[in-house]
Structures are given as C-alpha cells and as structure tokens.
C-alpha cells in the first residue's frame, strides 16, 4: 500500500514539474527557443526545432494526424515530451 502512495506521489510531482513550459513543437515553444542561445540546445532540442519551428514538416502536436502518427511509432522510440504530449492530446 505504501509503495502506491509512493508512486502516485512520483506520478503527480513528474506531471507538475512539466506544468509552465511549453509544449514542444507549439508557437510558445519555437518562439522560446529562438531566445535562448543555440549553443544551450539538446541534440533532441535541436532536431525538434529543425524539424517542427524550420521546415515545418511534421505535424502540429497534438492533431488527429499527429496521434495517428504516434500510434504507428514504436513506444520504445518516443522521447519523452512525446509520450507527456500523446497522454496529453491523443488518450481520451
């Protein structure tokens, strides 16, 4: 019962700790990201703005296509803002 409590408590503080920042590939998020200087940038960073804020070629989080797109993504190959944004926009 005590290791429930404990997980719940590391689920709701995992949850929280996401809250305030931008979604990735969002206009707040490509517009954060232009402030802050490339050479902060993740590899993961990186290649999300390239491929959601600069080319433009993947879908907008959280769109119809975009679930379908996950749904077809191996789980094991999700980064992790994938799977809060999938929780967040696909699962109903």
């Known amino acids: 019962m005590k ?12 949850l929280l ?15 954060a ?3 802050r200087p490339k050479s902060e940038w993740s590899l993961q960073e990186a290649a999300d703005y390239a491929s959601y804020c600069a080319l ?12 379908e797109r996950m749904d077809e993504k191996p789980k094991g190959d999700w980064t992790a803002s994938e799977a809060a944004s999938y929780a967040k926009h696909c699962v109903f």
């Open 3 to 14: 290791s429930m409590r404990v997980l719940a408590m590391v689920a709701v503080l995992g």
């Open 17 to 31: 700790a996401g809250c305030g920042q931008p979604e990735v590939g969002s206009k707040a998020w490509c517009e």
């Open 33 to 35: 990201m232009k402030q």
């Open 56 to 67: 433009g070629i993947k879908d907008p989080v959280g769109s119809k296509a975009w679930c």
